[in-house]
């Protein structure tokens, strides 16, 4: 079994930066593909970024090109997301999730149906 818990949300100003992390518990984290994805009220859970097992592969959503940067580090089990020049549009609760399937597959994911393990969530909040 595995469990995932987000940390580092918060409240920040247009232009801001915050880094999420996300720990997890058991084996599997350095062999599985990663996800971030979010959730603003009303709205779809939506892809963010997302990061092969080894780190060496990444993709991102086109509204956070340039912005964002999805990282992890298999040593310590946990994954990472820079947030940079943040908008009022990037705030929702964030989500890591893992993909316990096709373990060093080198590829990443973009789908929700393509992982199967969630955090519960962290909330980030950007003010105009």
């Known amino acids: 079994q595995v469990q995932l818990v987000e940390s580092g949300g918060g409240l920040v100003q247009r232009g801001g930066s915050l880094r999420l992390s996300c720990g997890a518990s058991?084996?599997?984290?350095?062999?599985?593909?990663m996800g971030w994805f979010r959730q603003a009220p009303g709205k779809e859970r939506e892809i963010v970024a997302a990061?092969?097992?080894?780190?060496?592969?990444?993709g991102y959503a086109d509204s956070v090109k340039g912005r964002f940067t999805i990282s992890r580090d298999n040593a310590k089990n946990t994954l990472y997301l820079q947030m940079n020049s943040l908008k009022p549009e990037d705030t929702a609760v964030y989500y890591c999730a893992l993909r316990a399937r096709g373990y060093y597959s080198g590829g990443y994911y973009y789908r929700l149906e393509d992982y199967d393990y969630w955090g519960q969530g962290t909330q980030v909040t950007v003010s105009s």
């Open positions: 990061i092969s097992w080894s780190g060496a592969s990444t």
């Open positions: 058991g084996r599997t984290f350095s062999m599985a593909a």
